[in-house]
């Protein structure tokens, strides 16, 4: 939902006006646009409350019933007759008919042509009848899955499938479950493949991922229920460490909402056990969903057994709904203590293993619906028996409003209320604030839903009124706080949440507001204040203008537009804007008129009887409207009568709002810039957002209030010309002509045509110019003034117009001698207008009733009571529409013959002038004349329907183009004036319009004519410039232009919103249904629009772009450029008519070499480079296109260079673009959807013709892109081989090459030799790119073409191991293995196994003993050939000689990584080549072993890296020989590793052992465990580098590691005492490292594991404590160890700092990884030891981690029974430590750690927190006391409010008892001073626990502390301190806060502050 902040953004766009074809999206060629309305009709509006009150629901209506009204609610909306329903059915039936052919014919190009048909079907919102809906979702789910699909079309299908089946959360499905049930595996195998690809595959630029996980999601609910176990069963096995986030996201993604018990046990498990950000945000989103979907329990809409019955909470256990609002709580990011901020390092956690899916999740909306959705009355109400909500002990029993959910939201409130305040901004409060502003909306939205009779949800599980209020209550106060937020987006969520809570419970909200809006518009110094109570105020309009839903609020109407009226400021551009929309949100429904005028309706008492007022007045205003008087109360009389009384305030308003409105005109910047504007952005903000605030005004005033505005403005536009005003005062009057068009033109009419007459006689616009940019005479301005009144007041005539026929003629021919381009453009604007309001079809008028009730006698004297009146259906709205009338026909064509056909003779006649003879004067009336001819016919886009003839050229191809399928143009009934081709004014306004297409060409061809050779070649520019605006006008002005389409779409959208509370409304005000009305309208005019057919005129035409968008001059090429590629997307094949000659023009270019026109290249290129021509391109011609790319490199303008590089980056194809196996292979599963849909409307013999003929042509189209394929890379290699090439563009052609490479296409020797050749060029980029292709696969293909797709890899040794004993399979892996083994296999990834395992997994048998295991494929042996003839010594030298070099970004670091993709090379080619090159790369390699240049290493290890990765399925012979090898050698390089390269070896030995079977690198793992580490040693780097080593290598080896992990482990411990730091930091990493190895649950099967987590409490071990006893002796020694600790500067030499030193720095570590939570077991016993480290001041590094560790903990998630054991240790460490400096650390830890698991903390925690504070309250230390006091203000705050009073008394009492003695009874003082000191700062801490408010016992203390203020140190410093911190935070609300205090307690407060009476 939009907050306030979006709506104003989006409403200035909507009133934005938006003009040519900019903005025009690209369509494929043959493609028709999917643009829909986006209406939610989907949801049965007969469930609205209708208007008489009643809750009715239509009874026993079908679905097809309801699509029915639907379709009628639209169809009647709009003014003209529509298709019948029958003539709807048959072209539905021919595009599904034509849908299916194509699919079956696998033609799918005309497949997504179809596609964009239905989807334009589907806009016009006709019945669809179900069961084709559901044969269609499964027909676009089987094109989803089709192997080497295209992703454009997958995406395509994707939407489609969406439009068809998506439903909103909560809303009624499209589709029943039981009608459609679709199959999840297909979509899980192709995602599967696209998540984990091959590491060659691996594409950062690739998204299909994310489209197939949309795609899940969509049709989530559509796979079958009975399929969640084998779900369960698919993805929980894959579930590791490594991809938890990513499987996470796949499993909630997939798995249906019903029966969600099966599952919820392990979700929550899952999210306890795992620390992560993402999968909390994955966790939340579904939980939402399901609160949603499962709110009525058993009575939903899932099956019995698929409904999720409530538990303890909403759906939830206690024990779930504690870890929600946990998650709740620390989500806010809210700041405790001496944090700053973020309350978790789970986003730290996520960033070591991230997602591989970028989702986007909204974790307060989905909080908010968890909340709102669990809502009911499930528990005793917290009440007394005084009806208070607390005990008097002050002990909280039952639950407010009897929810538990609310009571703890409440208490979530409750604690971060004080973050809300605007001195309290931080990063927090835009979370606060959206959380608040979503709970808002989904309250809303679930108690409106719940009134209506077609609610499910049971009524005790239903809100009560109680909890309604309860909830408003409790956001009531945060809200208010945070609308004077300092960001503009944290006030638009509160500003939003208002909206909502105002109309919820308006009594609650409503006093308040206003009472705080009345302060913000009243202050004069606070602007920001202003502001915001403005926006504030807009928010609630409907509240304050709305009766029934606030009955007290229409009085403050008038009082607050009048306080508001001083935001008209020029100076403050967003509190103008602020303002205007108040205006607007207040006045657009409400009438504004005087109610105290004679005859007005009298008040109840005093009424007559109904039958006297109908006799007496027309019954126009509904019966319930007039009987609404006759039922009040006493109350609501009077509210009637000051509601009355303030309606004499709209005549003063209106009068001082225009003169505002005129006075921020005239303090305009004057006009200038190239736009010609009235100042900058923020001015034309200012500008657009008065227009839609003098729009409401005006449209709303009654007749004298009009009248007396129409008279005012007169008197200015009369009086005043303002040349900075002269568009402005256009705007007022067109707000007058729209809402009284004829009262407008009357008076303005006369006037402006005398003064224009006037103005031109005395030589006005005398002045030639062409250019906007001119300066504009000054002596004009009277005549450009008005002229502006005259065009806006005719703007709106329509029929009116007629009456002046004469004048307007006669003025028009006036202003055709205008010469100054600012008066002919105003005077082409001018007959644009009158054209368009002649020939158009409009809403003439949207005011808030209709217009009978409107003109109803009795609702003028009564219309307050119809103030924001809604409607219920588009029946009930009444829209007055503006049709043309014969006669406005009749005066259009009189305009168009009598001005404009002359003025086209003329222009005819100036373009056969001699270019030697056109001079500036020929110029000027080339430029007006044009502008005035495409004005008109801009005028005129709906005047007559285009019929055709339609002769241009096709461009089809005959071999490949299926006719039967070519996309027919639907032509939906719209609002043309002329119709019918035989009328002759039809023929005769069409033969004008094509004089005109003509006139265009024939201007084209006139001005390229060779310019003079004496004359100013630029002169001609400002007449191309007209030309190509024109040439806009003939494409892009017919109909509607799509830019106007979505203004209107999206100020629809804004309007709607703005009015709407919920998500099913269906009540909206009659402006709502205006709009709603005229969009669709649109929506059909633009169907006419786009994806036009062609005559031969437009294929000229489209041409003469074409040379125009490469002509020399940029401001030409710009805008022909633009102009043209929205051509191509508006006109069907139009891209297929200019591309091969602009791809011509650009060659012939090209082979004029340096000679060549640069401006014309770059013209061609721009042109080229679009994404809609370039995507057609690469489909149709790629190897012309990349050919002609590649052939610029002779241009050395660094202009088109960079276009070129920009071109091949972003055309870069996909293997799926040139691959043709979707073409060959017949898909069975789409094909069985084709016959089942066909069963809906089978084949015809014309149909049956048509699929004949397509899939005769489809071998044809599968030819082609084989002959693409081939050209395309026989040009690719000529180019790249050629040694004239630049090596930027042979980079280029070789990306291209691997971009085509495609795995259904024979591999080429040609291509492999071109790679390996360039793997040794002398350009490291050239080098990166060639080497990532070299590689040949030795298998045939298969013969089955989709495993190519589906299963790539045919290893002849790979194998599916069973796993029927995962004990067995574990022991099977320990076994050593030995050359000749028979039985033993090889896992190298074992990607399941941690939680659960799977059915199978892949695994490896030992390659044969001397023989290789593959036999190549005789196609792929010429491949291998080519790479190995390429493969010399001398290749091998050079490639060495690359690969040794320092590289451009190693100097940025002191140590060097191995480079990844040089190592996948290497790889390869021993993969390939086996041993056959070994000896020849060992000769090489030996050296740079022994190097001691590390970039030589460094070389030497990615080839030994390389060589042994590839010789994983060597024959066992050969691998031996290599490891003997390497083996000889590794000692030595281990012994010369040196500090800056030892990151060289570990990641060689990452690399090496990752993703591999232990048992493939025996040797290499022996070695390194081999090494024996002497901890003590005397070198710290020889330890550190073994270290290193090890922890690598367990690293890599993962879970195979974790046999030996556990000795590792035992090892660390014993040495964790070394002498060495840096050593020690190793083992608290490696710990860690291995102890996650070792986290592994493992059940047997997912079943298991489900059952573990309903039952258990700790089915995933993170409680697990193997290494306690360890712990525990350390924690045994840890006494001894500090009594001998040394003394400075040797204490860190101490065994005591070495030992707690590691042991923190390994729990610190821990808690920014995912497993996280396993560290609580092991820091329980730890905590008291901690805190003793928290105090040594003479170790800064253990304090500092100490401190570190302690604070960390607040951001875990702990599980709940460590909670308290947590608690109860820092109580304990508080309580029992002699130390006051271990007191001091942990208080501030127990405030974060309490506030943190706030929510969890059971009551006797709560109550040993709060008697411990005040313990320390009265400790010796005053720095103690004093964080003791600021942590019981927090505790206070956010959980303890029922103890202030207790406590109050408490504090006084011993202030007051406590007596000092004489400074000289020390002892006697001290204690007493302590004594006091605890009471005063048990005092300050209640007074700084509600920073922001005077609560009623706060001037009591106030008073006690006044007593105190001057006593010794430190009493009165704490008081004066607090008295700082009072006055500061209440500065802002002082004026109202004072009223609390009386006398005394102003002077004692006065005091304390400064001595005087501050506050007097």
Same mark, same amino acid.
């Given at each position: 939902m939009d907050t306030i902040a979006d709506l104003i953004s989006q409403h200035l766009q909507g009133n934005s006006n938006s003009t040519g074809g900019q903005n025009w999206s690209i369509m494929a060629d043959d493609e028709m646009d999917d643009f829909e309305f986006d209406l939610d009709d989907d949801v049965d509006i007969s469930d609205a409350t209708a208007l008489n009150g009643k809750n009715e629901k239509k009874k026993d209506e079908t679905d097809e019933e309801k699509q029915l009204r639907i379709m009628e609610g639209w169809t009647s909306s709009v003014p003209y007759v529509c298709e019948s329903l029958e003539e709807m059915q048959q072209q539905l039936e021919v595009i599904v008919s034509k849908l299916l052919i194509a699919a079956e014919s696998r033609h799918w190009e005309h497949l997504a042509a179809w596609d964009g048909a239905l989807a334009s079907w589907l806009g016009l919102k006709y019945p669809f009848p179900r069961p084709l809906r559901a044969k269609l979702a499964r027909f676009y789910?089987?094109?989803?899955?089709?192997?080497?699909?295209?992703?454009?079309?997958?995406?395509?299908?994707?939407?489609?499938?969406?439009?068809?089946?998506?439903?909103?959360?909560?809303?009624?499905?499209?589709?029943?479950?039981?009608?459609?049930?679709?199959?999840?595996?297909?979509?899980?195998?192709?995602?599967?493949?696209?998540?984990?690809?091959?590491?060659?595959?691996?594409?950062?630029?690739?998204?299909?991922?994310?489209?197939?996980?949309?795609?899940?999601?969509?049709?989530?609910?559509?796979?079958?229920?009975?399929?969640?176990?084998?779900?369960?069963?698919?993805?929980?096995?894959?579930?590791?460490?490594?991809?938890?986030?990513?499987?996470?996201?796949?499993?909630?993604?997939f798995l249906p909402r019903s029966h969600a018990r099966t599952y919820l046990p392990f979700i929550f498990k899952t999210w306890e056990a795992f620390h992560s950000y993402k999968i909390e945000d994955c966790v939340l989103q579904m939980l939402g969903q399901l609160s949603i979907s499962h709110v009525a329990g058993k009575a939903g809409d899932f099956t019995p057994d698929g409904c999720v019955e409530w538990k303890d909470i909403g759906i939830y256990t206690e024990a779930e709904w504690a870890v929600i609002m946990r998650s709740c709580l620390s989500s806010m990011s809210v700041p405790v203590g001496n944090s700053k901020g973020g309350s978790t390092t789970s986003q730290y956690a996520d960033r070591t293993r991230p997602s591989a899916f970028k989702k986007a999740s909204n974790r307060f909306s989905h909080l908010a619906q968890i909340i709102v959705y669990s809502l009911s009355v499930d528990g005793p109400e917290r009440v007394t028996a005084d009806g208070q909500k607390t005990t008097a002990d002050g002990q909280e029993k039952g639950y407010l409003g009897g929810s538990k959910a609310l009571d703890s939201l409440d208490r979530l409130i409750t604690s971060v209320e004080s973050y809300f305040h605007p001195s309290n901004h931080g990063a927090w409060t835009?979370?606060?604030?959206?959380?608040?502003?979503?709970?808002?909306?989904?309250?809303?939205?679930?108690?409106?839903?719940?009134?209506?009779?077609?609610?499910?949800?049971?009524?005790?599980?239903?809100?009560?009124?109680?909890?309604?209020?309860?909830?408003?209550?409790?956001?009531?106060?945060?809200?208010?706080?945070?609308?004077?937020?300092?960001? %503009?987006?944290?006030?638009?969520?509160?500003?939003?949440?208002?909206?909502?809570?105002?109309?919820?419970?308006?009594?609650?909200?409503?006093?308040?507001?206003?009472?705080?809006?009345?302060?913000?518009?009243?202050?004069?110094?606070?602007?920001?204040?202003?502001?915001?109570?403005?926006?504030?105020?807009?928010?609630?309009?409907?509240?304050?203008?709305?009766?029934?839903?606030?009955?007290?609020?229409?009085?403050?109407?008038?009082?607050?537009?009048?306080?508001?009226?001083?935001?008209?400021?020029?100076?403050?551009?967003?509190?103008?804007?602020?303002?205007?929309?108040?205006?607007?949100?207040?006045?657009?429904?409400?009438?504004?008129?005087?109610?105290?005028?004679?005859?007005?309706?009298?008040?109840?008492?005093d009424a007559p009887a109904e039958d006297v007022v109908m006799q007496a007045e027309g019954a126009e205003t509904p019966t319930y409207e007039r009987r609404g008087a006759a039922k009040m109360t006493e109350e609501e009389i009077e509210e009637e009568d000051a509601v009355r009384q303030s309606t004499a305030g709209f005549a003063d308003w209106v009068v001082s709002f225009f003169r505002r409105v005129f006075a921020l005109y005239e303090n305009l910047p004057e006009e200038g810039g190239k736009s010609g504007k009235t100042g900058g952005k923020t001015e034309d903000n200012v500008i657009k957002s008065l227009n839609t605030a003098l729009d409401v005004v005006c449209a709303n005033l009654s007749d004298p209030l009009f009248e007396l505005t129409l008279n005012l403005v007169f008197d200015y536009a009369t009086t005043n010309v303002r040349a900075n005003g002269v568009r402005s005062i256009g705007n007022v009057i067109t707000s007058l002509a729209r809402a009284r068009p004829k009262a407008t033109i009357n008076k303005f009419l006369p006037f402006t045509i005398k003064q224009i007459e006037i103005e031109m006689a005395a030589g006005a616009s005398s002045v030639r110019t062409t250019s906007n940019t001119s300066t504009t005479v000054p002596s004009d301005t009277t005549l450009h003034w008005n002229m502006a009144i005259l065009r806006s007041a005719l703007a709106f005539g329509g029929q009116d117009l007629l009456a002046h026929r004469k004048d307007i003629l006669q003025v028009m021919n006036v202003l055709r001698e205008a010469k100054h381009e600012r008066a002919y453009s105003g005077y082409g604007r001018m007959v644009n207008r009158i054209l368009a309001a002649l020939t158009g079809t409009y809403p003439v008028e949207n005011r808030l009733v209709n217009p009978k009730q409107w003109n109803d006698p009795y609702f003028e004297r009564s219309h307050h009571r119809s103030w924001g009146k809604q409607f219920c259906e588009s029946k009930d709205v009444e829209v007055e529409w503006h049709q043309p009338s014969p006669e406005e026909i009749a005066f259009a064509g009189d305009i168009l013959a009598g001005v404009v056909s002359p003025t086209m003779d003329v222009l005819e006649a100036l373009t056969k002038v001699a270019p030697q003879q056109r001079d500036s004067v020929w110029k000027n009336d080339f430029c007006r004349m044009m502008y005035l001819v495409r004005s008109a016919w801009t005028g005129c886009a709906t005047l007559f329907l285009h019929t055709g003839p339609f002769d241009g050229d096709e461009c089809i191809d005959a071999n490949e183009y299926v006719l039967g399928l070519k996309p027919e143009h639907m032509q939906a009934n719209a609002a043309f004036a002329l119709s019918d081709p035989r009328d002759p004014r039809h023929k005769a306004v069409k033969s004008l319009h094509d004089s005109f297409g003509r006139l265009l060409h024939t201007t084209f061809l006139s001005l390229s004519q060779e310019?003079?050779?004496?004359?100013?070649?630029?002169?001609?520019?400002?007449?191309?410039?007209?030309?190509?605006?024109?040439?806009?006008?003939?494409?892009?002005?017919?109909?509607?232009?799509?830019?106007?389409?979505? %203004?209107? $779409?999206?100020?629809f959208v804004m309007t709607r919103e703005l009015v709407k509370t919920h998500s099913k409304q269906r009540q909206f005000p009659r402006m709502v249904w205006i709009k709603r009305a005229t969009l669709y309208h649109y929506g059909r005019l633009y169907q006419h629009t786009y994806n036009r057919e062609r005559t031969t005129l437009d294929d000229q035409l489209l041409l003469d772009l074409m040379e125009l968008s490469m002509s020399p001059y940029t401001r030409v090429r710009k805008h022909a450029q633009s102009t043209l590629i929205n051509a191509t997307a508006s006109y069907r094949r139009a891209t297929r008519l200019i591309m091969p000659k602009l791809i011509q023009a650009l060659e012939a270019e090209l082979t004029k070499g340096k000679d060549a026109d640069p401006d014309r290249q770059k013209g061609a290129l721009y042109v080229l480079s679009d994404k809609g021509i370039a995507t057609f391109c690469l489909s149709l011609c790629p190897e012309e296109y990349i050919s002609a790319i590649l052939r610029c490199q002779s241009q050395e303008k660094p202009s088109i260079q960079n276009l070129v590089a920009k071109m091949v980056q972003d055309t870069m194809l996909s293997e799926e673009s040139l691959a043709t196996t979707s073409f060959l292979i017949t898909h069975s599963a789409l094909q069985e959807s084709i016959v089942s849909t066909r069963s809906i409307y089978s084949l015809t013999k014309i149909t049956t013709n048509i699929l004949q003929e397509a899939t005769a042509k489809l071998d044809r189209v599968a030819e082609r892109r084989k002959r693409q394929f081939d050209g395309t890379m026989t040009a690719l290699q000529t180019l790249a081989t050629d040694e004239k090439t630049h090596w930027r563009y042979q980079q280029y052609a070789i990306r291209y090459a691997q971009s085509c490479l495609c795995r259904d296409v024979e591999p080429s020797a040609s291509l492999s030799s071109l790679f390996i050749n360039n793997v040794v060029s002398d350009h490291p980029s050239v080098r990166t790119y060639a080497q990532r292709q070299v590689y040949a696969d030795p298998d045939p293909p298969p013969a089955d073409r989709r495993e190519l797709w589906l299963n790539p890899s045919r290893n002849p040794l790979r194998k599916e191991i069973a796993l029927r004993d995962p004990e067995a399979f574990l022991a099977d892996l320990e076994k050593p293995w030995t050359p000749g083994q028979p039985d033993i296999f090889f896992v190298d990834k074992e990607d399941q196994g941690f939680l659960t395992w799977g059915k199978t997994i892949r695994g490896y048998k030992a390659p044969p003993r001397s023989k290789s295991a593959f036999t190549w494929d005789a196609r792929s042996k010429r491949s291998l050939a080519a790479i190995g003839d390429a493969i010399t010594p001398g290749w091998l030298t050079k490639f060495i000689t690359h690969l040794s070099q320092e590289g451009a970004k190693a100097g940025t670091t002191t140590s060097v990584d191995l480079r990844l993709e040089n190592i996948l090379f290497i790889k390869s080619i021993f993969k390939m080549f086996e041993d056959s090159l070994l000896q020849s790369m060992l000769e090489c390699l030996s050296p740079l072993l022994l190097d001691e240049d590390k970039y030589k290493l460094r070389a030497g290890c990615e080839i030994l890296a390389g060589i042994l990765r590839g010789s994983k399925h060597w024959p066992v012979d050969s691998q031996t020989n290599i490891w003997a090898w390497v083996m000889e050698r590794l000692p030595g390089l281990?012994?010369?590793?040196?500090?800056?390269?030892?990151?060289?070896?570990?990641?060689?030995?990452?690399?090496?052992?990752?993703?591999?079977?232990?048992?493939?690198?025996?040797?290499?793992?022996?070695?390194?465990?081999?090494?024996?580490?002497?901890?003590?040693?005397?070198?710290?780097?020889?330890?550190? $580098?073994?270290?290193?080593?090890?922890?690598?290598?367990?690293?890599?080896?993962?879970?195979?590691?974790?046999?030996?992990?556990?000795?590792?482990?035992?090892?660390?411990?014993?040495?964790?005492?070394?002498?060495?730091? +840096?050593?020690?930091?190793?083992?608290?990493?490696?710990?860690?490292?291995?102890?996650?190895?070792?986290?592994?649950?493992?059940?047997?099967?997912?079943?298991?594991?489900?059952?573990?987590?309903?039952?258990?409490?700790?089915?995933?071990?993170?409680?697990?404590?193997?290494?306690?006893?360890?712990?525990?002796?350390?924690?045994?020694?840890?006494?001894?160890?500090?009594?001998?600790?040394?003394?400075?500067?040797?204490?860190?030499?101490?065994?005591?700092?070495?030992?707690?030193?590691?042991?923190?720095?390994?729990?610190?570590?821990?808690?920014?990884?995912?497993?996280?939570?396993?560290?609580?077991?092991?820091?329980?016993?730890?905590?008291?030891?901690?805190?003793?480290?928290? +105090?040594?001041?003479?170790?800064? =590094?253990?304090?500092?981690?100490?401190?570190?560790?302690?604070?960390?903990?607040?951001?875990?998630?702990?599980?709940?029974?460590?909670?308290?054991?947590?608690?109860?240790?820092?109580?304990?460490?508080?309580?029992?430590?002699?130390?006051?400096?271990?007191?001091?650390?942990?208080?501030?830890?127990?405030?974060?750690?309490?506030?943190?698991?706030?929510?969890?903390?059971?009551?006797?925690?709560?109550?040993?927190?709060?008697?411990?504070?005040?313990?320390?309250?009265?400790?010796?230390?005053?720095?103690?006391?004093?964080?003791?006091? $600021?942590?019981?203000?927090?505790?206070?705050?956010?959980?303890?409010?029922?103890?202030?009073?207790?406590?109050?008394?408490?504090?006084?009492?011993?202030?007051? $008892?406590?007596?000092?003695?004489?400074?000289?009874?020390?002892?006697?003082?001290?204690?007493?001073?302590?004594?006091?000191?605890?009471?005063?700062?048990?005092?300050?801490?209640?007074?700084?626990?509600?920073?922001?408010?005077?609560?009623?016992?706060?001037?009591?203390?106030? =008073?006690?502390?006044?007593?105190?203020?001057?006593?010794?140190i430190p009493v009165s410093t704490s008081i004066r301190k607090c008295a700082a911190s009072f006055k500061q935070t209440h500065q802002d609300t002082w004026a109202m806060d004072q009223l609390a205090f009386n006398e005394d307690q102003m002077q004692a407060l006065s005091t304390i502050v400064s001595g005087t009476s501050y506050y007097a």
């Open positions: 789910y089987e094109l989803i899955l089709i192997p080497s699909m295209e992703p454009k079309y997958i995406q395509l299908f994707a939407s489609s499938l969406d439009r068809t089946i998506a439903t909103k959360l909560g809303h009624k499905r499209k589709l029943e479950p039981e009608e459609l049930v679709l199959p999840w595996q297909p979509l899980w195998l192709v995602l599967q493949k696209e998540v984990w690809p091959s590491k060659r595959e691996t594409s950062s630029s690739r998204n299909l991922h994310n489209i197939l996980l949309h795609v899940a999601e969509t049709c989530r609910e559509y796979f079958a229920a009975s399929e969640i176990s084998n779900m369960l069963d698919t993805f929980i096995p894959l579930f590791t460490q490594e991809t938890a986030a990513t499987v996470f996201t796949i499993i909630t993604s835009l979370a606060l604030t959206a959380f608040i502003q979503w709970l808002a909306a989904e309250l809303s939205a679930r108690w409106n839903e719940e009134q209506q009779v077609s609610c499910k949800t049971p009524v005790a599980q239903r809100l009560t009124p109680e909890i309604k209020h309860a909830v408003i209550e409790t956001l009531r106060t945060p809200t208010l706080l945070a609308m004077f937020s300092k960001d %503009a987006l944290s006030t638009g969520y509160a500003q939003a949440a208002l909206r909502y809570m105002s109309i919820l419970e308006p009594d609650l909200i409503m006093p308040q507001l206003l009472e705080r809006a009345y302060g913000g518009l009243e202050s004069i110094n606070e602007t920001h204040r202003t502001t915001a109570a403005i926006g504030a105020l807009a928010a609630v309009s409907t509240s304050l203008t709305k009766r029934s839903t606030w009955f007290k609020g229409q009085r403050h109407v008038v009082p607050l537009l009048e306080l508001c009226l001083p935001g008209i400021d020029i100076n403050d551009s967003i509190k103008t804007v602020s303002t205007c929309m108040f205006i607007v949100s207040a006045l657009q429904f409400v009438k504004i008129g005087d109610l105290n005028v004679a005859g007005s309706v009298p008040l109840a008492h310019r003079p050779i004496n004359g100013d070649a630029a002169d001609s520019v400002d007449a191309i410039i007209q030309l190509l605006r024109a040439s806009d006008v003939w494409f892009f002005d017919y109909g509607v232009q799509r830019a106007t389409f979505v %203004a209107h $779409k999206k100020h281990f012994d010369q590793m040196k500090p800056d390269t030892v990151q060289i070896f570990e990641t060689f030995i990452s690399v090496q052992l990752g993703d591999r079977d232990p048992r493939r690198n025996q040797p290499l793992i022996n070695f390194i465990k081999a090494q024996t580490v002497d901890f003590n040693a005397s070198s710290a780097f020889a330890v550190s $580098k073994r270290l290193t080593t090890i922890g690598t290598m367990a690293d890599s080896l993962g879970v195979r590691f974790d046999a030996d992990s556990h000795k590792l482990v035992e090892l660390y411990f014993d040495n964790i005492q070394t002498q060495y730091a +840096e050593i020690r930091s190793h083992i608290a990493v490696n710990i860690g490292v291995l102890m996650g190895i070792q986290w592994h649950p493992r059940f047997r099967t997912p079943s298991d594991l489900l059952v573990a987590c309903a039952s258990e409490r700790d089915p995933l071990q993170v409680r697990k404590t193997d290494y306690l006893p360890r712990i525990q002796k350390y924690i045994d020694n840890f006494g001894r160890w500090r009594e001998e600790r040394l003394p400075p500067p040797r204490v860190s030499q101490s065994t005591y700092d070495r030992v707690g030193l590691t042991l923190l720095q390994w729990l610190w570590g821990t808690a920014h990884l995912p497993q996280a939570p396993t560290i609580f077991p092991y820091v329980m016993p730890l905590l008291p030891e901690i805190f003793k480290m928290a +105090e040594l001041n003479d170790s800064s =590094e253990l304090q500092l981690y100490s401190g570190a560790v302690l604070n960390v903990l607040s951001s875990i998630t702990a599980p709940p029974e460590f909670v308290e054991p947590v608690m109860d240790a820092l109580i304990d460490a508080v309580k029992t430590s002699p130390s006051w400096r271990i007191r001091l650390s942990v208080l501030p830890v127990l405030q974060v750690f309490y506030f943190r698991n706030l929510l969890n903390l059971p009551d006797v925690s709560v109550k040993r927190v709060l008697d411990v504070l005040l313990e320390c309250i009265r400790d010796e230390n005053v720095e103690v006391r004093e964080t003791a006091a $600021k942590t019981l203000s927090g505790v206070i705050r956010c959980s303890q409010r029922q103890r202030i009073l207790p406590l109050k008394d408490r504090f006084t009492l011993l202030a007051r $008892k406590t007596k000092l003695p004489k400074r000289q009874d020390k002892e006697g003082f001290t204690d007493k001073i302590r004594t006091l000191h605890s009471a005063v700062l048990g005092l300050c801490a209640l007074i700084d626990a509600y920073p922001y408010s005077v609560e009623p016992w706060m001037p009591e203390i106030i =008073e006690t502390l006044g007593r105190y203020s001057s006593d010794p």
